[in-house]
């Protein structure tokens, strides 16, 4: 049953993302099954998998059209991502994979997003843009010091779209749908 488009008055909860092609996405999968062994928690479904890059909260439907004028507006580079290691992050109990470095690419993307964004009347967030992979949530007792491997999970640039995001609440958890996406290293185009 597909859902009536939002109008201008209905709230969506948005955000863009680094959206993972199915190829990754079951690299993705497994690593977070690894990484997740033994923990007390909740996985997350590999649906759900992406590197947020702009979290815009909610959002007024009559302004979708504007968010993908945005997304499509820029020919977004390509951004390697090499996941190799493991956190615990205490505050939201979580455990997300964590990539060797902040790749330059993606700041870029995060920094012309947030350009349109901020002139579209969105407020930047103060905290620095850290990717990163959400695997696990509502941990009910800390890991050890001691977080398991990973291995390594190398995500060329072409195995990642930009992606307008929904987050909708269910029973389960929240689930994630695009709502446009846009290939990596072409820019411009359309949403798929």
């Known amino acids: 049953m597909s859902r009536p488009r939002p109008d201008g ?7 863009f993302a680094l ?3 199915d190829s990754l996405r079951a690299a993705l999968a497994g690593m977070a099954g690894r990484a997740a062994a033994g923990i007390e928690g909740e996985p997350v479904p590999p649906a759900n998998l992406h590197v947020t890059l702009a979290f815009l909260g909610m959002v007024a439907g009559s302004q ?6 945005i997304g499509g507006s820029d020919a977004w580079p390509l951004v390697p991502l090499t996941f190799d290691r493991v956190e615990y992050w205490t505050r939201p109990r ?6 060797t470095d902040r790749p330059a690419p993606g700041q870029s ?4 997003l947030w350009t349109g964004l901020e002139r579209s009347g969105h407020v930047r967030e103060a905290r620095p843009w850290q990717p990163h ?3 696990m949530r509502r941990i009910r007792r800390p890991p050890s010091r001691d977080l398991p491997s990973l291995g390594r999970v190398e995500a060329d640039g072409r195995d990642w779209r930009l992606a307008l995001v929904e987050s909708t609440s269910h029973p389960e958890g929240p689930r994630y749908k695009p709502l446009a996406e846009w290939p990596l290293g072409a820019g411009g185009d359309s949403p798929l």
């Open 9 to 15: 008055l209905h709230k969506l909860r948005l955000f």
């Open 94 to 99: 979580i455990l997300v994979a964590m990539p």
């Open 133 to 135: 992979l959400t695997l």
């Open 19 to 21: 959206w993972p092609r």
């Open 109 to 112: 993307i995060v920094d012309g």
């Open 64 to 69: 979708i059209g504007s968010l993908i004028e």
